[in-house]
């Protein structure tokens, strides 16, 4: 989901000449219009604004990333001394909750980082608590740098309302592909190569279950990484472009047949004790943190987690994604969670200025030094064969020219983040089958589009 899109609470580190501040805003109004238009003309001319407090809300949290973050925003007050980052870090799941108050309120932050779909930048958008940014797109040359694709993730239309459309509202940091993280040792020892399809990772593990192995260390207590999971696994069975024609509400249902099969897989792999057990009462970092000392032969979960892979397990570490019933790439992916500028930002430049400075070619590298996947990969980046970096670049790159990537699933509707996270919970529990599972996605989604009309 950003995506870095699971995150550890609560971490937070100032990096040098900048301000870190966890203190909530206090509630304001709500706002009820669509996104304004700019009334400045966009401008690079940061050195004259004279002294600015930038303020900043990311949940760059884990290990590799906010050492970048970090980086970045040492370098860009080194670069532009007039401007103080004040920072503040928040998980994943307490940056959804908090985010909206924040923007509601007389003061909000700068820039914030807003997950995609309608849940949150759809309703910030509708609210008018966002800033377009097509100007500062052509400005900085964000429209030729991202592909086409990914910059239509972080667009809408200018009153909330249609998802991916004609409004840019944000540029993502980094990329991002949900896959296998494997054991490379452990998978030797069973005489196995890395699963590429469904059928071999439940061979793969099958294997391991048999030989005493744990098959897949997963924590759901989070609740988010369930919708990593059911996404492999939909996009495994549905291919790419159905899943994605779904997500976006052009065409089919959450009841029709890959979708329920893919239920009935996740139901399959918590029977056969395949999963953690108590899955649902493990968070994802304890999940990995038992796979990373090698007790287990997989994890799912995503490439922002490649510094703590290469921490914890070294060259034994390996990742890889799954292809569909054609054969072609097809997983959950895409890019983090988009940087966007608030609306009643006073210093819109700077801001827009900041979040070029993190993003573009030259963090890119920074990035990439720092274990981390940026959104456009550089030409000519080719890291050491046969570690978990290439595996991930590799993996990257071809489900991107595959468009293999499917988006994440809670950008269907506004309450779909809260359906099928607790389904999830559900259907891995053993409190709801595959078909009650689909049956409470498909109503969610049908009465959004019914709304829509």
């Known amino acids: 989901m950003m995506r870095n899109r699971l995150f550890r609470l609560g971490a937070a580190v100032a990096a040098a000449g900048v301000v870190l501040s966890m203190s909530a805003c206090a509630p304001g109004p709500s706002g009820d219009t669509a996104a304004p238009s700019p009334t400045n003309e966009a401008s690079k001319d940061i050195s004259s604004a004279g002294p600015v407090t930038l303020t900043v809300w990311d949940q760059n949290t884990d290990g590799g990333i906010s050492k970048a973050q970090d980086q970045l925003n040492a370098q860009f007050h080194e670069q532009y001394p007039n401007v103080t980052i004040k920072r503040t870090v928040e998980s994943f799941s307490d940056l959804k909750t908090t985010l909206k108050l924040a923007l509601s309120s007389n003061t909000p932050p700068d820039v914030v980082q807003a997950n995609q779909g309608y849940p949150d930048m759809g309703a910030f958008v509708a609210a008018g608590m966002l800033r377009p940014m097509n100007d500062y797109a052509k400005l900085y040359g964000w429209d030729g740098y991202y592909p086409e694709a990914l910059l239509k993730q972080n667009s809408f239309s200018s009153d909330g309302k249609t998802w991916q459309g004609d409004t840019l509202f944000g540029v993502s940091q980094t990329g991002e592909v949900v896959g296998i993280y494997y054991n490379r040792q452990l998978l ?65 249902a959450w009841t029709d047949e890959p979708s329920l099969k893919a239920a009935q897989q996740v139901a399959d792999w918590s029977k056969q004790g395949y999963l953690t057990p108590g899955t649902n009462g493990v968070s994802r970092d304890d999940a990995v943190a038992g796979f990373g000392k090698g007790g287990a032969l997989f994890t799912l979960t995503g490439t922002w987690l490649q510094q703590t892979m290469q921490d914890d397990l070294g060259p034994n570490a390996g990742f890889t994604t799954l292809t569909s019933t054609d054969g072609q790439p097809a997983t959950t992916g895409g890019q983090g969670l988009a940087w966007a500028i608030t609306s009643k930002s006073a210093h819109p430049d700077v801001a827009a200025a900041y979040v070029d400075f993190i993003t573009n070619a030259k963090a890119a590298q920074t990035l990439l030094d720092t274990g981390n996947l940026p959104t456009v990969l550089p030409a000519d980046y080719q890291p050491q064969p046969g570690t978990v970096a290439a595996d991930i670049a590799t993996q990257y790159r071809d489900v991107q020219k595959a468009n293999g990537e499917v988006p994440y699933l809670d950008y269907s509707t506004p309450t779909f983040y809260d359906t099928i996270t607790a389904g999830m919970q559900e259907l891995i529990g053993g409190q709801s089958d595959p078909q009650q599972f689909v049956d409470t996605l498909q109503k969610d989604y049908a009465a959004f589009l019914a709304g829509k009309k």
Not at 204 to 222: E, S, T, V, Y
Not at 224 to 236: L, R, W
């Open 188 to 252: 030797s020892s069973l005489g196995l190569q890395a699963p590429k399809t469904l059928s071999d990772l439940n061979s793969a593990m099958a294997a391991a279950k048999a030989k005493g192995i744990l098959p897949m260390a997963f924590g759901n207590l989070d609740k988010s990484p369930g919708i990593h999971m059911f996404g492999v696994v939909q996009a495994a069975l549905a291919g790419a472009p159905a899943v994605n024609e779904l997500v976006s509400g052009q065409g089919g």
